[in-house]
């Protein structure tokens, strides 16, 4: 399974991204896809997942501004970033993994498969 994620830049506060990650072997529709991001010095943070019955679950700091949904006809997950503030400023990574359970969506540490990051930066 390879993961390729895109989409990241710069943008002013208030600004808007949509990050993508395109999956490509496996099978997509069962996989679950989280996007965690990352600065220096600072380990890789849960921001949002999203489960192959599309239930999404979200980091408290980004619920109402971040978006995310999939396209299994695409092969491909979207993180819609509404609303951004410098603070979200990090390089974004997206992951998969096919049998991951619920209670562990949000650690970085149980997803098999990773892609590249993706730098965002918000300025202020």
């Known amino acids: 399974v390879q993961l390729q994620a895109s989409g990241g830049g710069l943008v002013q506060a208030g600004g808007s991204l949509r990050l993508s990650c395109e999956v490509s072997g496996g099978t997509f529709s069962r996989q679950t896809v989280g996007w965690f991001r990352q600065t220096a010095g600072k380990e890789r943070g849960f921001v949002a997942a999203?489960?192959?019955?599309?239930?999404?679950y979200y980091v408290d700091s980004v619920k109402g501004r971040f978006t995310i949904s999939r396209n299994n006809a695409k092969n491909t997950v979207y993180l819609a970033m509404d609303s951004l503030r410098p603070e979200d400023t990090a390089v974004y990574y997206c992951?998969?993994?096919?049998?991951?359970?619920?209670?562990?969506?949000?650690?970085?540490?149980?997803?098999?498969?990773w892609g590249q990051g993706t730098l965002v930066t918000v300025s202020s």
């Open positions: 992951a998969a993994d096919p049998s991951i359970i619920l209670s562990s969506i949000r650690v970085s540490q149980q997803y098999a498969y």
């Open positions: 999203i489960r192959w019955n599309s239930y999404t």
